[in-house]
């Protein structure tokens, strides 16, 4: 009988040696990954949300980066549009990850909308090492599910705890995002490139916060990140 799971048994019956190493990878990324949903989960009900719509913020909207500042600028006093524009500018790299992965996983069917939900830093990184289509499609699901499956397990407990703080700030959960954000944030550092745009984005926001509304000076960045990122690889071409 064929499987019908995304994250694909291996054609011929028996799973190379390569595909079963990867999927415990993509199990691991998970479980570490995930265990940052605490942070959002409890910082997103301290700072107003119902657990319902923290949940369905987590699921719906899936990239830690994003969530972390959507909560930032809600909880900094933002509005609800920033918070959603900022979210989306730091979502764009998703775009460029799917693009790159589209020529080893589905492209029609109701695959490929579930592929376009789980197209995250995570997934896209351990698809990129594999040696071979197989090892990229068993990565990309494997990190993609397992993140998604943990990341709101673990929110849900941290918006179950977040409910019963009456003072972010006491707790430190009022420095929760931007900690979490730069856990995220500091593995991808590896190139000059990444680290030119992380200083770039870091100054704006410095230089704006004093003289911005809240929520405008994380949309600033965000949008400083999107323009650097993009500009230099239109100079290699």
């Known amino acids: ?20 190493t990867i ?56 509005s609800a549009l920033g918070a959603a524009l900022a979210a989306a500018l730091l979502g764009v790299r998703n775009t460029l990850y799917g693009l790159i992965l589209a020529p080893s996983l589905p492209r029609t069917g109701w695959r ?16 990129a090492g594999g040696r071979d289509e197989a090892e990229k499609r068993a990565g990309f699901w494997a990190a993609g599910v397992w993140v998604f499956v943990f990341w709101n397990l673990f929110s849900l407990v941290g918006a179950l705890a977040g409910q019963f703080v009456a003072d972010p700030a ?20 590896r190139s000059r490139d990444a680290v030119a745009i992380a200083v770039a984005a870091a100054f704006v926001a410095l230089l704006t916060t004093p003289v911005l509304p809240a929520g405008l000076p994380v949309l600033a960045a965000a949008l400083v990140a999107v323009v650097v990122g993009v500009l230099p690889r239109r100079g290699r071409r």
Do not use: K
């Not at 009988?1 to 079963?20: E, Q």
């Not at 993509?26 to 949903?37: D, M, Q, R, W």
């Open 1 to 20: 009988m064929t499987s019908v799971s995304p994250n694909l048994g291996h054609a011929g019956g028996s799973i190379p040696d390569g595909v079963r």
């Open 170 to 189: 006491a707790w430190g959960l009022d420095a929760a995002a931007a900690a979490a954000f730069l856990a995220l944030l500091w593995p991808r550092l």
């Open 23 to 78: 999927r415990r990878t993509g199990f691991a990324i998970g479980v570490a990954t995930g265990l940052y949903g605490i942070s959002f989960g409890a910082l997103a009900t301290a700072s107003g949300l119902d657990v319902w719509q923290a949940m369905v913020l987590s699921a719906v909207m899936f990239t830690g980066g994003s969530q972390f500042a959507f909560i930032g600028v809600v909880g900094g006093g933002g």
């Open 112 to 127: 490929s909308v579930l592929r376009a939900h789980l197209t995250i830093d995570e997934s896209a990184a351990l698809a």
